[in-house]
């Protein structure tokens, strides 16, 4: 048992069902044995995988969504914290894109979960580390899908929508075709993930006017300066910026650049270098920090 059960709690106000406004800050009490039970909650885990990016949905009933899976092993024992001992199922994979500190953890991952379905988007690196990963995902039969703008699912009451890339993109960078993702939770709560998608990409969605707002942002790129221009955070309105980064990282993110916009924008951050795994919970109307 943790010292105390007070926590920190962010919520999100809905205003007769239309947008979320205000975020006020209040203790309150959770039970530990929660952690166990979704009881008709979403959980959302921004996991602490050092330098890249991994976040976990559970939904209500206990399916889970996980968008991208790290660097390295810590994939396991972050996903093995947050889910029940017994779970040994991930219903949907998403790789945003190729780059190792998002898709190499899925190599351990698929050698100890079952991942029913991935999403991909049509940009493959064949190198050995895919070859393995593919190798690992046909034994077990997953479902790949090349998903492109306009693609939906629901998965027990979260849809997911996929607002980028379209079924080409003009170029070769592997972090152009990172896949726009935004989940909705209910008829609430929205979460938006840009993988490492960069300016230019991100100013061209604003110009198409895609349906990028929402109550809570993945920050592109961990932090970097290549990505969240102000038009983009703008655009997205954000109540809550998370930036999954390692601490020390050799690459300088998150850039003050970033940090700066976030600020001039009153956007408040949390940050997986500073306080871990960031765990939120929500019904669908409010959003909490556990
Ligand atoms: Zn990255």
């Known amino acids: 048992m943790r010292e105390s059960v007070k926590k920190i709690v962010i919520i999100i106000v809905a205003i007769a069902g239309l947008s979320f406004s205000n975020i006020l800050l209040q203790l309150t009490s ?7 039970f979704t009881r008709g909650r979403f959980h959302i885990y ?5 330098q890249g990016d991994a976040t976990l949905i559970r939904t209500p009933s206990g399916k889970n969504i996980l968008i991208d899976a790290g660097p390295d092993l810590s994939i396991l024992s972050e996903v093995g914290r947050a889910l029940p001992f017994y779970e040994r199922v991930i219903d949907l994979a998403i790789i945003t894109h190729f780059d190792q500190d998002h898709i190499l953890g899925f190599i351990p991952l698929s050698q100890r979960y079952q991942i ?3 999403w991909k988007s049509r940009w493959t690196v064949e190198n050995d580390l895919w070859r393995i990963l593919i190798g690992n995902l046909k034994r077990q ?3 790949i899908n090349q998903v492109k703008t306009g693609d939906t699912l629901l998965i027990d009451g979260v849809r997911l929508e996929i607002l980028y890339p379209e079924k080409q993109v003009a170029s070769n960078d592997s972090n152009s075709w990172s896949l726009v993702i935004k989940a909705q939770l209910g008829d609430g709560v929205s979460l938006l993930f840009s993988g490492d998608l960069p300016q230019a990409q991100e100013t061209m969605l604003v110009k198409q006017s895609a349906p990028l707002q929402a109550n809570i942002l993945q920050v592109g790129h961990h932090g970097s300066r ?4 102000l038009d983009w955070l703008q655009a997205v309105s954000p109540d809550l910026a998370v930036i999954s980064v390692g601490k020390d990282n050799k690459f300088g993110h998150p850039h003050f650049r970033t940090l700066r916009n976030l600020d001039l924008l009153n956007i408040k951050v949390l940050r997986t270098d500073k306080i871990g795994t960031i765990h939120l919970v929500s019904d669908s109307r409010i959003i909490w920090q556990e």
Request: glycine share 10%; no cysteine; net charge positive.
């Open 226 to 229: 290549t990505s969240s221009n």
């Open 30 to 36: 959770q039970p530990q044995i929660e952690k166990f």
């Open 46 to 50: 921004f996991l602490n995988v050092g």
């Open 116 to 118: 029913r379905q991935v």
């Open 141 to 143: 039969g997953t479902k």
